[in-house]
């Protein structure tokens, strides 16, 4: 329930209050201590980013010792306060900094909520079909009878077995001529993209049963990708929206497009087996010495050049993601968020720190993005997928293009915490009118 308008002014007070204690404290019980105080917590912070960047950008034992150092320094502004005898003084100051941004957050929530899909009844389905990869997710499928569940709901159910590879679109569209009503899948963001495509072009209803390792796509559409079993009741009890759906290179995705970096590291063979390991080991050649194709974009009128890293996604990512690589607030804006990451020294990781204001980061949205390169073939990943695929990639959004049942119980969407506007914060919480 969203606080009324006199709640919220209560709270734009109790955040003002709790800022102002914080500073008191510090001024109270450090006095002139407090400057050098806020010096060792910010050297700290400096120095643990550029170490972390160290471990990232070189090997052996160079990056042990920067993580022996990112480690090291926090330990060392601990020891510091706590030599000063002010470790509880900064404790009651750091807490009741959470506190002020907390009330702060919830005093200025409503206004920061992105409006939710419109949902309508869905058709009844007669004769839904859905294809489940009983590998997907270590195996989700058959641990939480996916199959069992549905064929009971009266679905039909398409296993994708065998050592063969399987076109997953065309035995999408064989479904469909043969009179399925609705089409889902039961796997990860590579296969859901490509039914969705399928259901798209077909107008048809599509399900996403999040039975994959990560399923970014099902928890931003707000489902419970604990239990997958649960998105079975939007067959029964359901509500259906309309989604945005991208396109690149021709290909459909429902999250995003990677190029660069991280596009590089999931080519590796060894990627799917030990993913940790193997980033570690390319991301030094990768940073440092820009192994592979030097990229240019651009999304309408923002260019990015020679960016490290590159994403595209299915609408923007949160403004207060600094990398852009957390949650949607919404899937039907109708634009491409874009991101590019340029970073080459310890200075730069640190002004990573800055957010969105970030010296190293670029940030835009669009319709389109067109991603090219130094060379013919560049390798993506295309929701998580590898491949390679010719420049210019030309990336593009399709508004509303996506029908999708979701229950109409569910854990719902995501709702990014407002930044802390500290002059509308005063204006909430002094005046007696807003």
């Excluded at 980013?49 to 990232?56: E, K, R, T």
């Excluded at 899948?185 to 390792?213: H, K, M, N, R, S």
Aim: charged letters at 20%; hydrophobic letters at 45%; aromatic letters at 6%.
């Amino acid at each position: 329930m969203e606080p009324t308008m006199r709640g919220r002014r209560w709270l734009a007070r109790a955040s003002l209050s709790g800022a102002a204690a914080a500073v008191l404290v510090l001024g109270v019980f450090a006095g002139v201590r407090t400057f050098a105080l806020l010096g060792v917590g910010l050297a700290g912070l400096a120095v643990t980013a550029a170490a972390v960047w160290w471990v990232l950008s070189r090997r052996g034992v160079t990056r042990f010792l920067a993580a022996v150092l990112a480690l090291a320094a926090p330990v060392g502004v601990l020891v510091a306060y706590t030599r000063a005898h002010l470790t509880w003084v900064v404790v009651v100051s750091i807490t009741l900094w959470f506190l002020a941004a907390g009330a702060g957050r919830a005093a200025l929530g409503p206004r920061s909520a992105a409006p939710p899909p419109t949902d309508r009844p869905p058709p009844t389905f007669r004769h839904p079909a859905l294809i489940m990869n009983p590998r997907s997710g270590g195996g989700k499928v058959g641990r939480f009878e996916l199959r069992e569940r549905a064929e009971a709901l009266g679905a039909r159910v398409v296993l994708l077995e065998g050592p063969e590879v399987i076109d997953v679109a065309a035995l999408a569209r064989t479904c469909a001529a043969e009179g399925a009503d609705l089409l889902g899948v039961a796997g990860g963001d590579g296969t859901q993209a490509l039914v969705a495509e399928v259901a798209a072009e077909l107008d048809l209803p599509f399900l996403v049963i999040p039975a994959g390792t990560r399923n970014h796509f099902a928890l931003d559409l707000g489902l419970d990708r604990d239990d997958p079993a649960k998105a079975l009741n939007a067959l029964s009890d359901g509500v259906e929206i309309q989604v945005d759906l991208g396109r690149a290179g021709g290909l459909p995705f429902v999250n995003n497009v990677s190029f660069g970096a991280y596009a590089e590291v999931v080519q590796s063979p060894s990627y799917r087996d030990g993913k940790t390991r193997t980033t570690l080991e390319l991301l030094p050649d990768l940073l440092l010495h820009h192994r592979g194709a030097r990229l240019t974009a651009r999304a309408d009128k923002e260019e990015f050049t020679d960016p490290q890293a590159l994403l595209v996604s299915n609408n923007p990512y949160g403004a207060n993601d600094v990398a852009g690589l957390g949650r949607r607030t919404r899937l039907d804006g109708g634009t491409l968020g874009c991101v590019g990451v340029r970073v080459t020294t310890a200075s730069q990781a640190v002004g990573l720190l800055r957010g969105r204001k970030s010296a190293g980061l670029t940030t835009a949205t669009a319709m389109t993005v067109v991603v090219d390169a130094d060379q013919q073939l560049i390798p993506v990943g295309v929701d998580g997928e590898a491949l390679q695929l010719s420049v210019p990639v030309h990336c593009e959004v399709r508004p509303g293009a996506l029908r999708v049942v979701v229950p109409r119980r569910r854990p719902g969407v995501y709702r990014e915490r407002p930044p802390l506007d500290w002059r509308l914060l005063a204006r909430l919480g002094l005046t007696s009118r807003h």
